[in-house]
């Protein structure tokens, strides 16, 4: 429900999946989403690109979040299997409810056309597949400030993020 003054927005029993949720802007957005009280579905994006291991950097951001108190379900997409992304919503209604939002977070700027067209394949298989309803969202990030950060404009774009679905969560129970 969402707060008034200078309360964060509360997401409470909302379900949102995020791709690609260990780094950077992904990680910041799983953060706020997690403390607004959403359960969230951390999605480790596997690609070719990547200098780790997305299934262990998922594991990790949920147990974090989870010895905060927090509720965060680990989870591994392969970039390269647009198919994956599509069976997504089910496996998480499954596990945690049906999902009411799914973001996407494309790579950057500079990354290769192969990368962005492989993430935005993901993105259109997720899109797809999401129950009637749920939010799609997608995001390119700000030029990188350096491994792991994010910029001014995209901690205001995850506060936009998480202020929009607390607003919708608020329109949704005053009906």
Known sequence: MLQTGSSPPRLDGLVVLVVDATTGVGRELTTRLC???AVVAVVGAGHPDRGDDAATN???LCKALTDAGLVALPYRIDIGDPAEAGRLPGQIAADAGPVDAGVVVLPPPDATGELTRA???VSAALAAALPPGARHIERTPAAQAGPGTTTAEDRDWVRSVVDG???DAARATSR
């Open 58 to 60: 998922a594991a990790f």
């Open 165 to 167: 679905l607390a607003a």
């Open 119 to 121: 993430f935005r394949a």
């Open 35 to 37: 403390a607004a009280g």
